[in-house]
């Protein structure tokens, strides 16, 4: 599967240029980034590998309350969840195996290093932080769709399954079925 967005800048959005895509200082505003819808969450990538030669990227995520987001793990992906805003249950699976529930609320802070099976819910309608291994963070713009709108107070995209199995396969992520989570911590 291709992603001609990502290939060709006259089909792509306009926000196309606003990250240096290489090492150097650079300032964004409120609402500045590379934004993308997946389902009804609005993804904004802030940092991305290229800014740090692949070591880190740094996204945003406004997200209504809804449905676990499916278990899934990371090959080699270390993933973090601040809660600027709102409640999110964090599900993850623990060093010695156990499954774990957490609920995170503003200021709070999660990790899930590569190779832990993990999930979330959004609880409340929440916007939160994450800083993942570099790469990583255009998954969200592989699997989603591209948008110039900085809220998610848009149309919802829905990927269709070889969407998600592609951007799964390029982004060395596995979804884990028949996972089952304890509910409280």
Known sequence: MSFEYLIDPEKGPQWQGVLPGKPVPYVLRRGEGEHAMLFGDLF??????????????????D????????????????????????????????????????LLTPGDFGYVPAGFAHAYQIVEDARMMGTLS???????????????????????????????????QQHNMQFLRDVEWPEHA
């Open 44 to 61: 904004t990538v802030l940092l991305s590998g290229d800014e740090t030669q692949n070591q880190f990227g740094i996204i945003v995520s």
């Open 63 to 102: 997200s209504p309350a809804g449905d676990v987001i499916p278990t899934h793990s990371h090959n080699e992906t270390h993933e973090t969840f601040f809660v600027l805003d709102g409640k999110v249950r964090l599900f993850f699976e623990d060093a010695e195996g156990g499954k774990q529930s957490q």
């Open 134 to 168: 570099g790469g990583f963070e255009r998954f969200f713009q592989h699997m989603g769709q591209p948008t110039d709108h900085p809220t998610k107070e848009q149309p919802p995209f829905i990927p269709d399954f070889p969407r998600m199995q592609a951007a799964a």
